[in-house]
């Protein structure tokens, strides 16, 4: 594995490990009364200010500039106007500003390999277990390791999250990323707006199967013009709804106490959907576009679909998902019990070309421990681009030029504002959840792809070829699933598996297991 360069200390390091108290400065309160409670940091050991060093001012501190790279739904009209009011807040606390660097999800990866691949200089990175993958992007050297930058620069950070959330983060046993804390507890299913649910009686205890949605569909297409009956651009498919256990991006089944990773693509239960989805295509349940789709949030925030999929459905998140569903109220239709899949969903790494590592660690903090700079990110300028309506809920104005709605990508969501329509407990319920909820036999295990990288790097330009387009329902899976399974097998498909299973047998028997 290539080795990840620790970031070198400047000179001014004594006076930046004297700054870290200075990142809680400013209204750490305002008018969050849901915090206190909801806040995970009640499980986190220690406190920094235990540890930290007596603050000094910001002007002691050389100025930086940061660059800060992060997925967003839709473009943002008022970006500049919310960067301003930003680099106005934390100048005085960091003597830093940030460029705040957006980029659409369909974009996100190509444009983000595109930026390691060529060196770029820049400092924060959204990053994932789903896009732009964290683990495989750390084993090549694109972010740093951060266990003396946190305990040197970000010791309120590092207590503001329980343990657990800090394991999670690790890559061979070091930390490379710092979570974006939110619900952690997930299932998957149909977000329904709830107007078409009441009209056709969509009762949500019922829908036991992707099959048990079909009369809805059809009453959808039959009796609503202009309305689309489920709209994706991506997969929907649940491992878990078809009995089969998944986690880490591989579906695995446990027989006699032995756990086995399976291909998910040479699965019946694949092949079994995937013929689904192409007769959903075939019927217009499902939008003619849903393979080339860039942006389904653009569409969605019309009203247009009577339904898509979410592999969340957070406490509280049908408030979210109203904004999306152009002002319609929803209901959830989970088809598996929550199952506690990490913090992995939503990382903010530091890169390994970051001329200011000791700084980003400190604006990390600063975003993730200051409900007034999460706020400004996640809801823009208020009496602009929202309004508070109680003492811990916003209205949100759509048409003020942001609105990204994308708020677990910032940072800690339980310590923002909630927006209409959330119950007061949801960030309670958030961690109650997180608590509560089943852990997969493999949670931990993150895989090492360095022996196998040329097969990883030949089943992904195969997948780019064919997994879209079967995903959706777009092509005839008895033609084009063949071609798909033939294409991985050439592409190193056994050795990668063999390599996955020799690593899953190696930790669960670390593990005692």
């Known amino acids: 594995m290539k080795l990840v360069k620790k970031a070198s200390w400047t000179g001014v390091s004594v006076l930046l490990a004297a700054s870290v108290a200075v990142t809680a400065c400013g209204n750490s309160n305002n008018g969050n009364s849901a915090e206190g409670s909801a806040s995970p940091s009640a499980q986190s050991t220690g406190s920094a200010s235990s540890t930290a060093s007596a603050p000094s001012t910001a002007s002691d501190l050389p100025p930086a500039e940061l660059t800060w790279y992060y997925l967003e739904s839709t473009q943002q009209a008022d970006l500049k106007s919310v960067e301003a009011e930003v680099n106005k807040y934390i100048k005085p606390k960091l003597n830093a500003t940030v460029k705040l660097k957006p980029i659409a999800g369909s974009d996100y990866e190509q444009k983000m390999n595109t930026s390691i691949a060529s060196g770029e200089p820049f ?13 495989s992007n750390t084993q090549k050297g694109a972010f740093l390791e951060l266990d003396e930058l946190l305990d040197k620069y970000g010791q309120k950070l590092k207590a503001s999250l329980p343990a657990a959330a800090w394991e999670d983060m690790k890559v061979n046993g070091k930390i490379y990323g710092i979570p974006n804390y939110q619900i952690a507890a997930k299932s998957a299913g149909f ?27 059809e009453q959808i297409k039959q009796n609503e013009p202009g309305i689309i009956p489920f709209g994706i651009n991506s997969d929907f498919f649940e491992a878990r709804a078809y009995g089969v256990d998944y986690f880490n991006k591989m579906p695995h089944k446990t027989v006699d106490g032995k756990v086995t990773v399976l291909d998910q693509f040479t699965m019946p239960e694949y092949k079994q959907h995937v013929a689904m989805a192409h007769e ?104 602009k681009h929202y309004t508070k309506i109680g003492d811990n809920t916003i209205k949100v104005n759509p048409s003020a030029g942001y609105n990204p709605g994308m708020n677990w990508v910032m940072g800690n969501v339980t310590i923002g504002y909630l927006t209409e329509g959330q119950p007061a407990d949801t960030w309670e319920r958030t961690k109650q959840a997180n608590d509560s909820a089943k852990k997969d036999v493999l949670y931990g295990f993150k895989f090492n792809v360095e022996s196998v990288k040329a097969e990883e790097a030949n089943l992904k330009a195969v997948e780019s070829e064919f997994k879209k387009v079967l995903d959706t329902g777009t092509v005839d899976p008895d033609s084009y699933l063949p071609q798909y399974v033939e294409k991985r097998k050439k592409a190193g498909l056994d050795r990668y598996m063999a390599e996955y299973q020799r690593q899953v047998d190696e930790f669960l028997k670390s593990k005692g297991q």
């Open 191 to 217: 977000v329904v707006q709830k107007r078409f649910a009441d009209k056709y009686h969509l009762d949500p205890g019922k829908i036991k199967s992707y099959r048990d949605m079909e009369p809805f569909f």
């Open 280 to 383: 959903w295509y075939e019927k217009k349940y499902i939008n003619q576009d849903a393979a080339t789709l860039k942006n389904k949030a653009d569409v969605e925030k019309t009203g247009v679909y009577a339904s898509t999929f979410d592999y969340t459905q957070k406490p509280g998140g049908e408030a979210a998902a109203k904004a999306g569903n152009g002002g319609n109220d929803v209901v959830f239709v989970p088809l598996v019990e929550p199952l506690f899949t990490g913090v992995t969903a939503s990382i903010t790494a530091v890169s390994g070309t970051s001329k200011n590592p000791e700084r980003a660690v400190m604006l990390a903090e600063l975003v993730n421990t200051d409900p007034t700079l999460y706020n400004l990110l996640a809801f823009g300028i208020e009496n």
């Open 123 to 135: 400092d924060l990175v959204w990053t994932s277990d789903w896009r732009f993958d964290f683990n």
